[in-house]
């Protein structure tokens, strides 16, 4: 997620992003309506500070307030979650991963079929051989 792609966020940073993500583009007040169990003002406006800081968020000026926006794609920085998830708690194994989600619940057969084509799509054509 950060430029160095390290995962420096503490829970109330995370919700953020997420409200900031959500929005796409987000002022300080946006953010603070957004977040569940809201801080004071100033102390969203210091996180928006630390997360742009930190590199997760950049600033425009409109008028007089700043509007932040993410300065990754929402697809990357998942994807880099991802992998610091896998590597962290299943040793790099997406197996592993797997097994523990579809082992929480049920799958029904619309969702078990696009599991199936993902699981197809992904497949190493030189296996087949």
Known sequence: MSPSGSMDLGRRERQIMDVVYRLERATAAEVLAGLPDPPSYS??????????????????????????????????????????????????????ALAALLDDAPVDDAEYARLKALLEQARDPETDA
């Open 43 to 96: 102390a969203v406006r210091g996180m928006l500070r630390l997360l742009e800081d930190k590199g997760y968020l950049r600033h425009e000026q409109d008028g007089p307030r700043y509007v932040y926006l993410p300065t990754t794609a929402r697809s990357d920085a998942r994807r880099s979650a991802l992998a610091h998830l896998l590597h962290t708690f299943f040793d790099g194994s997406r197996e592993s």
